[in-house]
């Protein structure tokens, strides 16, 4: 009996140990081909993320299109990427400003700043269409969307999907922040125009004003326009 | 009895009236003082707000020193705003991975992103010096302090207080944030230069990742600057 029971003891031991060694060999494959999998995935991860970086980076040699009719100011046309710097600042100041205004605390800041950022990155695909270009309005969008799916894909995980959703919330204006960076849009255009003026005295930009009638529905918007149109050059 | 309780009930509702007219009237007083206070006020924060991001604009047209001693790439040499707008973008991506990971949520992903924008503006005012001009770490310091400082001033407020906080943050690399983004600052400098490199074949410019050596200490960093060098063209 004793040794009955020892073996089956040892037999049930053994069986166990068996049982608990391939639960462990299992747990250690699991876990090292878990580790190759989760290894795996952030090789891939970091090679999304540094194609998304280099796409977006196209940005830096994209002139902005409406500048470069103007024959004296070729030399020093900004890039989208420039405009992309300057309305993210933009955006990281008024919302700021609102924050020191406690009654009118409504805007998110961190969605402003990273909205703007992105607001122009399918362009890193499709380049800077404007109204000159011969190509209308939705298929202009049509390209954009596309183009914007496309970053989005290369990118993948949660980030891509954080990104094309801001970038699809400006370009719907359906949300505060999406028509308030629409609004920065136009004033960093407008104090990029007032500034070429004033570089470049014979260069009229009225054009880019007209463009903008009555699109500023905000305070700050609204005390920003006057305050650029004040610093244009008078003729 | 009546009449004078009348009395003093009308001397008291005049005594009232005239008081509580009196009252208002000093409301009104201070209150359109106080409106042509508030009006003035918003009328100069707008000026100053326009008057900082006209300087902030600037770096649209400042070179990045480093590269221009490359001939060949001269006429492709990326602005301060330029690489700034890139650093930003690999800072919210950046934080939106870490959020995938939620062992690893310790980011303020606004902070990353908003300290990658506002990094190098004191380079509006003192420009991109680099090691090889001639000007010491610690003067080039000094410099960049004081142009921070009258940044600040311009700008006013809790935005400029804001801002200046953000950038000492970075220059003292007194943060998690401020040490990412130092990470970033060398990860997006060594994206365009291998980008730089695969564009004209005859650039070599090792000596950008040869300065960064021992520099990526995050687990993403190391990664990032791993892909990089795999994709630094064959010599």
């Not at 040794?3 to 068996?18: K, L, Q």
């Not at 298929?139 to 949660?158: P, S």
């Not at 136009?186 to 009229?204: F, I, R």
Request: hydrophobic content about 30%; overall charge negative; some cysteine.
């Amino acid at each position: 009996m004793r040794s009955t029971r020892t073996s089956r003891f040892s037999s049930e031991r053994c069986h166990n140990t068996t049982k608990s060694s391939s639960v462990s060999e299992n747990a250690k494959m699991t876990s090292k081909s878990q580790r190759v999998d989760g290894e795996e995935e952030r090789t891939s991860q970091t090679k999304n993320t540094i194609d998304f970086l280099s796409i977006c980076g196209k940005l830096k040699q994209t002139k902005r299109t409406g500048w470069t009719k103007y024959k004296e100011i070729t030399s020093r046309v900004e890039s989208v990427a420039d405009h992309s710097f300057r309305i993210a600042l933009m955006a990281f100041v008024f919302g700021l400003q609102q924050e020191e205004d406690k009654e009118e605390k409504v805007l998110d800041v961190q969605k402003l700043v990273t909205m703007a950022l992105v607001h122009d990155i399918a362009e890193s695909i499709v380049g800077d269409i404007t109204p000159h270009c011969g190509i209308s309005k939705e298929e202009k969008n049509t390209l954009e969307v596309e183009a914007m799916e496309k970053l989005k894909e290369t990118l993948g995980d949660v980030a891509g999907e954080t990104i094309e959703t801001l970038w699809l919330e400006y370009e719907n204006g359906s949300s505060r922040e999406a028509r308030v960076v629409k609004e920065l849009d136009k004033l960093e255009m407008l104090l990029q125009a007032s500034e070429y003026e004033n570089e470049y005295k014979d260069v009229d930009l009225t054009e880019f004003y007209s463009s903008c009638d009555g699109s500023f529905k905000t305070e700050s918007g609204k005390r920003w326009v006057e305050e650029i149109l004040r610093r244009r050059p008078v003729r």
